[in-house]
T-cell receptor, first 112, second 114 residues
Framework: DAMVIQNPRYQVTQFGKPVTLSCSQT?????MYWYQQKSSQAPKLLFH???????NEADTPDNFQSRRPNTSFCFLDIRSPGLGDAAMYLC???????????FGPGTRLLVL | GQQVMQIPQYQHVQEGEDFTTYCNSS?????IQWYKQRPGGHPVFLIQ?????EVKKQKRLTFQFGEAKKNSSLHITATQTTDVGTYFC??????????????FGQGTILTVHP
């Protein structure tokens, strides 16, 4: 089945230790999004790729970076995680002409 | 900037009672979408409404899009414990460079007591 996959599902890191979260999709969608979601809040968009074009949200901290080496994969790099970065990170996909988004299961990040 | 407001933030019901969540946008929307997120899960697309005044049903769920295309509602008839979760409305983010982006409401957290 076509789907959005995120790895790992749970990630524990130490304060200031870089971490990379990954997302892959078999939907062949050209748009990929990264969201941060904290408890009882709506997903907050960090950035998205339209094909290879990277679009950063104005309020996304520089501490967050992303890479999209090909259509299927997208990575979220947190260069120096702080305690406030503990959250669920959701990857989502969409494609031109499709208005809806398909979410992966998320990676729950814990910062010690 | 564009805002999508959703009320109530929390709703506790007894199983069998009805439930409604309301969504209001500060701007006219070309479409509105509804997502459900189970506890510990991820948002799952439920439905999209496009036309002014549109009403769609999915079993016990009824979705409406307002005539002015600025508000929407989700009504669940006779809630069940499987309805537990957070319901988000979302509309396309305004702006020329915002292709495909969604602005989410804050969500309504529904708990159902058996």
């Amino acid at each position: 089945d076509a789907m959005v996959i995120q790895n790992p599902r749970y990630q524990v890191t130490q304060f200031g230790k870089p971490v990379t979260l990954s997302c892959s999709q078999t939907l062949n969608h050209n748009v990929m999004y990264w969201y941060q979601q904290k408890s009882s809040q709506a997903p907050k968009l960090l950035f998205h790729y339209y094909d290879k074009d990277f679009n950063n949200e104005a309020d996304t901290p520089d501490n967050f970076q992303s890479r999209r080496p090909n259509t299927s994969f997208c990575f979220l790099d947190i260069r120096s995680p702080g305690l406030g970065d503990a959250a669920m990170y959701l990857c989502a996909t969409s494609r031109e002409g499709l208005r809806t988004q398909y979410f992966g299961p998320g990676t729950r990040l814990l910062v010690l | 900037g564009q805002q999508v407001m959703q009320i109530p933030q929390y709703q506790h019901v007894q199983e069998g009672e009805d439930f409604t969540t309301y969504c209001n946008s500060s701007t006219t929307l070309s479409n509105i979408q509804w997502y459900k997120q189970r506890p510990g899960g991820h948002p799952v697309f439920l439905i999209q409404l496009v036309k002014s005044g549109e009403v769609k049903k999915q079993k016990r769920l009824t979705f409406q899009f307002g005539e002015a295309k600025k508000n929407s509602s989700l009504h669940i008839t006779a809630t069940q414990t499987t309805d537990v979760g957070t319901y988000f409305c979302a509309g396309p983010t305004a702006g020329g460079t915002s292709y495909g982006k969604l602005t989410f409401g804050q969500g309504t957290i529904l708990t159902v007591h058996p």
